[in-house]
């Protein structure tokens, strides 16, 4: 198995920026484009558990727009093959000073395009010094 083909890579990157731009624009058409349409999707949020597509998407459609502002930071996508890839990122939001994000995404190479199958996102007390 080759990794991180550039090609690859490039192509995961730009989803990846893509949702973040949606993200922080709540745009919800995208956010839910983004996602794998199936029940075996998941996605672990700070506050929710969320298994299926279905309670994701709800999710996001009821979703505050307020406060979704955030930077990245550290960054990494690592592309297995030409169709797995997994982005990480650690992400910081004002509103909650002192505090860290992370965040993980599993990418499938789908023929309708790439699709987020499992996310992980949670906050920790950032590390003195970081």
Do not use: C
Request: no cysteine.
């Amino acid at each position: 198995m080759e990794v991180d083909l550039p090609d690859v890579v490039a192509e995961v990157t730009a989803q990846f920026q893509r949702y973040e731009q949606a993200l922080v624009s709540n745009d919800v058409a995208v956010l839910d484009e983004l996602f794998k349409n199936d029940t075996r999707t998941l996605r672990y949020g700070i506050g929710e558990n969320l298994y299926g597509y279905g309670e994701i998407a709800a999710f996001r459609s009821a979703r505050s727009p307020v406060g979704l502002m955030r930077r990245t930071a550290r960054t990494v996508i690592t592309a297995y093959g030409r169709d797995t890839a997994v982005a990480s990122t650690l992400f910081y939001r004002d509103s909650v000073p002192g505090k860290v994000g992370r965040q993980m995404q599993t990418w499938i190479r789908f023929p309708e395009g790439w699709r987020i199958v499992a996310a992980h996102v949670s906050i920790i007390d950032e590390a003195k010094g970081a």
